[in-house]
């Protein structure tokens, strides 16, 4: 319920986040979700990630993992897109990527 609550008191933006982490396995801490998004966003911006079988086996996790990492990119308001001609993910338009301190 404290969960539930919290989720409600948070704006809109953090919501989806937060959301996601609570459905991942217990395992799997808060900051290596943040460091893999954080790598996705690195790839995605240099049209570095190749097919998503290859994007997903560069980052070392399964392809339906890497398509709930890449929608929840998507949630937060990333422009992502998949160029066939290009074999890569990219921004539709220049954004960044923020989930911590400057």
């Known amino acids: 319920m404290l969960v539930l609550d919290?989720?409600?008191?948070?704006?809109?933006?953090?919501?989806?986040?937060?959301?996601?982490?609570?459905?991942?396995n217990t395992a799997m801490?808060?900051?290596?979700?943040?460091?893999?998004?954080?790598?996705?966003?690195?790839?995605?911006r240099l049209k570095g990630t190749g097919s998503p079988n290859a994007f997903a086996a560069r980052l070392g996790i399964s392809q339906?993992?890497?398509?709930?990492?890449?929608?929840?990119?998507?949630?937060?308001?990333?422009?992502?897109?998949y160029s066939q001609r290009g074999g890569s993910y990219y921004y539709e338009y220049p954004v960044t990527f923020e989930l911590g301190y400057r």
């Not at 937060?18 to 991942?24: E, G």
């Not at 339906?64 to 897109?81: A, C, D, E, H, Q």
């Open 6 to 24: 919290a989720l409600q008191r948070l704006s809109s933006h953090y919501k989806p986040f937060l959301l996601f982490l609570t459905t991942q």
């Open 29 to 44: 801490k808060a900051l290596d979700i943040l460091n893999r998004l954080q790598q996705m966003d690195q790839l995605i």
């Open 64 to 81: 339906s993992m890497m398509y709930n990492y890449l929608n929840l990119l998507k949630t937060l308001g990333g422009p992502i897109r």
